[in-house]
């Protein structure tokens, strides 16, 4: 037998064990399918929302804070309702008489009479009282507790608008990852056919070792992307679980969903979005409500000024024995004025009326910045449009020369580097499809925050 035939054959005996190789690889996979190959529940846009809605604790804190608020407007208007006390009462007590200067009997002062003999002391009573007028101090304090009530309800909602854009951007942020990843495994498949074909190349002499070399060094680069990507997908899976206000394993995948265009995004004009904007957005809305209940604060001290008018009645019974208790029932009217309080009261109407500023400079901080959001939003959405339609034609012409490069590689007119090239090219410009899809999403979610959408 000649040494051509002995290398033919064992090249022959090679292919064979390459084949009897993948095929046992094949079923191990299919009989043990790995982590990235088992099935999770895909995780929705939708639902990523409402678990946030239920688990976030930031808006747990929201709420609680929300019903603090009502709370406390229902303490200031306590003030405005009949007042009603009831007591009862039981002493062992002596009955000495005490004398004192000016108290006699007959002309004659009483002696002190001490003794320990004790006796029953029942006593009850029942006082019921009204506040009739107080240059409206306490209706001032209640209508200012229930705009703050109002304003964190507000304040609320804000929160939610808050929470929904970081879950969103968090689910976005891992469906990228998740894509980024299948490019990583689709570039090692194909660094894997590379290999494959080139060895044969190399077998028959019409490539050399160079070339299985460079082919060796794409693909466990390609490897160790593969596993960087699917390690970033996991990450990403995680910051989104925490988004939605949830600890532990993030077993499931994340679905290939986006958002769709919002309503208006391609008009060329501002002033409609910011006013929309300024009109739907929570906080614009919570400070007005903390300006006014400023505005009641400022009335209500101001009423210091005057007096106060309650009316009150009462009914209180005593005596030794429960049979034999005499009673007293009284009606009253009662005024009281603090003429003069050291300054007090001028006092905190000059710190009302500072923070009553105060409110309007945040209010119109918060228009500047809500109109700044909004503008840098909708020209995010432009922008990432643009983006998405570009990397679309770069992809296309990616494959396209990846696919010209294998061509002129299999024939002999192209090289190692013209082919890993076009590779990498081609796994760029996949990434940026994917990046530019995230952009938008992102962009869109954005705008809907600014927009004051959910």
């Known amino acids: 037998m000649s040494l051509l035939s002995s290398n033919q054959a064992a090249r022959t005996k090679r292919r064979s064990a390459r084949v009897l190789h993948s095929a046992l690889l094949a079923l191990v996979a299919a009989a043990f ?16 929302e409402a678990a946030a809605r239920l688990h976030q604790p930031q808006l747990a804190q929201a709420r609680a804070a929300s019903e603090a608020a ?28 005490v004398p004192r ?90 660094d894997q056919k590379h290999l494959e074909q080139i060895q044969g190349f190399v077998e028959v002499g019409t490539r050399s070792q160079i070339d299985l070399a460079q082919v060796k060094t794409d693909l466990a680069n390609a490897q160790l992307a593969r596993v960087n990507a699917e390690n970033n997908y996991e990450l990403g899976k995680q910051q989104l679980s925490v988004a939605m206000g949830q600890v532990g394993q993030a077993d499931f995948d994340v679905a290939d969903e986006s958002l769709p265009a919002v309503v208006g995004e391609d008009a060329a004009g501002l002033q409609p979005f910011v006013e929309e904007a300024l009109k739907n957005r929570p906080e614009m809305a919570a400070f007005n409500e903390q300006a006014r209940a400023q505005e009641e604060t400022i009335s209500a001290a101001r009423g210091a000024y005057g007096p106060t008018l309650a009316a009150s009645a009462g009914f209180s019974q005593g005596g030794e024995a429960l049979d034999n208790l005499a009673w007293n029932g009284y009606l009253g009217l009662t005024l009281s004025w603090n003429i003069f309080q050291g300054g007090l009261t ?9 923070n009553l500023r105060n409110i309007a400079a945040q209010s119109e901080g918060a228009r500047q910045q809500i109109v700044s959001d909004v503008n840098s939003a909708r020209l995010a959405v432009r922008a990432g449009l643009a983006s998405q339609q570009t990397a679309q034609v770069v992809l ?41 899809e995230f952009n938008l999403a992102a962009a869109r979610a954005q705008l809907l925050k600014a927009l004051g959408r959910r």
């Open 101 to 190: 200067a000016g108290s006699t009997a007959n002309g004659v002062t009483p002696s002190a009479n001490n003794s320990w003999t004790s006796f029953n002391a029942f006593s009850d009573s029942l006082v019921a009282s009204q506040l009739l007028w107080d240059f409206q101090q306490t209706s001032g304090r209640y209508a200012a507790a229930t705009a703050l009530a109002q304003s964190a309800l507000l304040t609320e909602q804000a929160s939610q608008l808050s929470v929904l854009l970081n879950v969103r951007a968090a689910f976005f942020s891992a469906r990228a990852a998740k894509a980024l990843a299948g490019v990583a495994r689709e570039t090692v498949a194909n």
């Open 396 to 436: 296309s012409n990616a494959r396209d020369l990846l696919r010209l490069a294998e061509g002129q590689y299999q024939t002999g007119l192209g090289s190692i580097i013209q082919l890993s090239d076009a590779q990498v090219a081609q796994s760029s410009a996949q990434a940026q499809v994917i990046q530019s």
């Open 70 to 97: 009502e709370a406390r407007a229902g303490e200031s208007r306590a003030g405005l309702l009949p007042q009603l006390s009831a007591n009862v009462g039981y002493q062992r007590t002596t009955g000495n008489y």
């Open 33 to 48: 399918p790995t982590a990235a190959q088992t099935a999770l529940p895909l995780l929705k846009l939708e639902d990523a």
């Open 346 to 354: 001028s006092a905190t109407v000059r710190e009302a009326e500072a």
